[in-house]
């Protein structure tokens, strides 16, 4: 009965009858998010307080992540969220594992994860981590691991588990650090560090982060409603584009009121990522696009280099159509 | 004479708490389709366990030696501050605080401080285990030395006996049920902190194999390595209490 109604309220919106208001009756969207309730998810705050997911019927709520949450597989998969964003090889595990997830969008088109040293001893190439102090947050060494597999090099360097500060770096506990180009850098630049960082695809880690997904029953059932909510999130990050202050300062006032998060900050975090969002593919598709021949070939190339086998075709696992029918509107 | 069969009928009736919880774990596990990546049956995590044997035995050794290590500096190092304490009143004023202090900031927090003085390896992850063992020792033998027996101390005052002697002879041995206490409560204790310490910044031990386990989605080792951690408290708790019980016999 919801379905039928958003469907219509979607038609009409399609026929361009915009003083027609969906019907009030709106389908609640639950997004287990990957992390804190930062910028990092600045389309969900911006379709939210701009009205984008109420004119497509939707009803929107987020689940805060961030690393004391476990797995977020496991709590879209107990059915407490609809929606969750997680690493693309999260989803492979846990299909691994009998569930039966399908990605249907992605946020990041470039991996922000990068290894991020300074000047004395920098770190460019896969070759350059041989024999280096590599501080990594916990369980991170599989992704240096792979990394070292990749290039035909042996995993001969030494792990120092760190945190999200990239203090241990400046202090010279390690050699060089993970962080995400959207966060350690820019502290570090903030206090006038000049640092190096090598992205995890110039290293040759090829994976898609960030990834939205939910359970195929979900999708079968709720494909409608799938469509309007990725078409409300898609004006949200075109909004955040335009305008990157908007988003941080819904953060840091509205929705991550209590985090205390640093308005310049967040800026600073929005204006690196949104590069990172866009690409060929996403003008040529729309915002939050993925790749199923990018999945297949440079993905899918990077988890069996961790080991992974049994790889399920990619078409088992990313689902575009709903991507695409977001892009019809 | 206990036959064999008396033996697991002791057992069983000890343990039939456990059991029926582990079998309402896997009824529930089987009736609400809960899906292995929320939360495996426990049959699944004991097949886990056994199918990699030598996984788990290296971590649970790793993690042994940090509790052991972390145990027997944090009970040292208790002893040894309730013993400064009780030898001057300045001591218990720069003592008593950070103590108290140090013990009420989450390890989580204090963790960085630690890594950046001692640098991020395994000596880390050894005090960490020691910060959350030394505190019931400190305070429970700090007040162990206070607690002598009756008229003891009116002799030693009659005699004119010396500090270190009223320490050596008095005030340690009626410390020692104390010590005692302090032993069964850590135990079990510098376990957990060795694996807390382990999960955090460690690269070897159960706590790791947890966090690895976590990061790639394998609930079923997850809670493996949890079922051997929890193994290894119970044991840990067992033999404190043996040995607390040893020590009776010879204490005051």
Redesign the interface.
């Known amino acids: 009965m919801i379905d039928r109604r958003l469907f219509l309220a979607g038609a009409t919106a399609a026929l361009g009858t915009a003083t027609l208001r969906p019907a009030r009756a709106a389908t609640t969207v639950t997004t287990q998010l990957q992390w804190i309730k930062d910028v990092q998810n600045a389309a969900w705050w911006i379709a939210d307080t701009n009205g984008y997911f109420r004119a497509e019927g939707i009803e929107a709520t987020e689940l805060a992540g961030g690393p004391t949450l ?2 977020i ?2 709590v879209v ?2 059915g407490r969220a609809d929606v969750g964003i997680a690493q693309f ?2 989803i492979i ?2 299909n691994a ?3 039966d997830f399908v990605i249907f969008a992605v946020l990041y088109q470039t991996d922000p994860a990068a290894l991020l040293s300074l000047p004395a001893h920098p770190v460019r190439t896969a070759r350059d981590i041989l024999g280096k102090r590599i ?1 990594l947050q ?5 992704f240096i691991d792979a990394i070292m597999k990749l290039n035909h090099l042996p995993a001969t360097y030494t ?5 999200f ?1 990239p ?2 770096l400046v ?1 010279g ?2 050699d060089a650090y993970l962080c995400f180009v959207t966060n350690q850098p820019l502290t570090l630049a903030a206090r006038h560090v000049p640092c190096i960082t090598a992205g995890f695809d110039e290293l040759g880690y090829h994976t898609y982060t960030d990834v939205l997904f939910c359970t195929r029953e979900y999708l079968t059932k709720n494909r409608a409603t799938l469509v309007h909510f990725v078409r409300a999130l898609q004006r949200g990050w075109a909004e955040n584009a335009r305008d990157p202050a908007l988003a941080a300062r819904l953060a840091t006032t509205v929705y991550g009121a209590s985090l205390g998060l640093d308005l310049q900050q967040q800026i600073g975090l929005n204006r690196a990522q949104i590069p990172l969002m866009e690409g060929p593919p996403t003008r040529a598709h729309g915002r939050m696009w993925i790749d199923p021949a990018h999945v297949a070939g440079p993905v899918y190339a990077t988890l069996r280099a961790t080991g992974r086998i049994n790889l399920p075709p990619v078409g088992r696992i990313v689902d575009t159509s709903i991507l695409i029918d977001a892009g019809r509107a | 004479m206990r036959t064999a069969a008396g033996r697991a009928a002791g057992l069983l009736d000890r343990s039939w708490p456990v059991l029926l919880l582990l079998a309402a774990w896997e009824v529930w596990i089987v009736a609400a389709h809960v899906p292995p990546i929320v939360a495996p049956a426990p049959a699944l995590v004991v097949i886990e366990v056994a199918t990699n044997p030598g996984l788990y035995a290296a971590a649970a050794c790793a993690t042994i030696g940090v509790a052991l290590a972390g145990l027997l500096i944090g009970m040292t190092l208790g002893i040894a501050l309730a013993i400064a304490i009780w030898a001057t009143p300045f001591a218990a004023g720069a003592l008593t605080f950070p103590a108290l202090l140090a013990q009420s900031t989450p390890l989580v927090a204090l963790l960085p401080v630690i890594a950046r003085l001692l640098g991020y390896g395994e000596q880390t992850v050894i005090a960490a285990a020691t910060a959350i063992t030394f505190l019931p020792t400190f305070v429970l033998v700090g007040s162990g030395l206070r607690a002598l027996p009756a008229n003891a101390a009116d002799v030693f005052d009659v005699l004119g006996s010396s500090r270190l002697a009223r320490l050596v002879r008095l005030a340690l041995p009626a410390a020692v049920p104390s010590m005692l206490i302090a032993l069964r409560l850590s135990a079990a204790n510098s376990i957990l902190a060795a694996l807390t310490a382990e999960y955090l910044i460690g690269t070897f031990g159960l706590g790791r194999l947890f966090a690895d386990a976590q990061t790639q989605s394998l609930t079923p080792r997850a809670w493996a390595a949890a079922l051997v951690a929890t193994v290894l408290s119970v044991a840990a708790y067992a033999a404190a209490r043996r040995l607390a019980v040893i020590g009776e016999r010879f204490s005051l």
């Not at chain 1, 916990?138 to 599989?142: D, I, S, T």
């Not at chain 1, 792990?159 to 945190?163: K, L, M, R």
């Open positions: 476990a797995s597989p496991a998969a107990a090889e999260q595990d846990a594992q009998g569930e501080g916990q369980g991170a060494h599989v792990e120092v588990v760190v945190g500060d203090a241990p202090e506990a390690c």
